[in-house]
């Protein structure tokens, strides 16, 4: 699966923003979708996924509320709208997909989209 994510940039704290993910190749072989998101010397974190054949989603604690991940299955697209953003929300996005939420079930990464979040 090949995965291009885009609409990153800088926002205002308390701004909006919206990210897509268009998927290529054996998409049917993901269960899920999902975002992550890393942080300059941090680790990788989950931050919403989708799953693919339902539309049950799931969020962490840290966006639950504010971030909202939806799907357009026609278009083998994914989208992560972020809202009430924060600074600490300032990361490079990842667009990912495998059979589960966690990044060790992760078969296919995008490259990075850059979330700046200013106070």
């Known amino acids: 699966v090949q995965l291009q994510a885009s609409g990153g940039g800088t926002v205002q704290a308390g701004g909006s923003l919206r990210l897509s993910c268009t998927a290529s190749g054996r998409v049917l072989s993901s269960n899920v979708m999902a975002w992550f998101r890393q942080a300059p010397g941090k680790e990788r974190e989950f931050v919403g996924g989708i799953r693919w054949s339902r539309d049950s989603t799931y969020y962490p604690d840290s966006v639950k509320g504010r971030f909202t991940i939806s799907k357009e299955k026609a278009k083998n697209m994914v989208f992560l709208q972020m809202d009430r953003l924060e600074p600490e929300d300032t990361a490079v996005y990842y667009c990912?997909?495998?059979?589960?939420?966690?990044?060790?079930?992760?078969?296919?990464w995008g490259k990075g989209t850059q979330v700046t979040v200013s106070s």
């Open positions: 990912a997909a495998g059979s589960s939420y966690d990044r060790y079930s992760i078969h296919s």
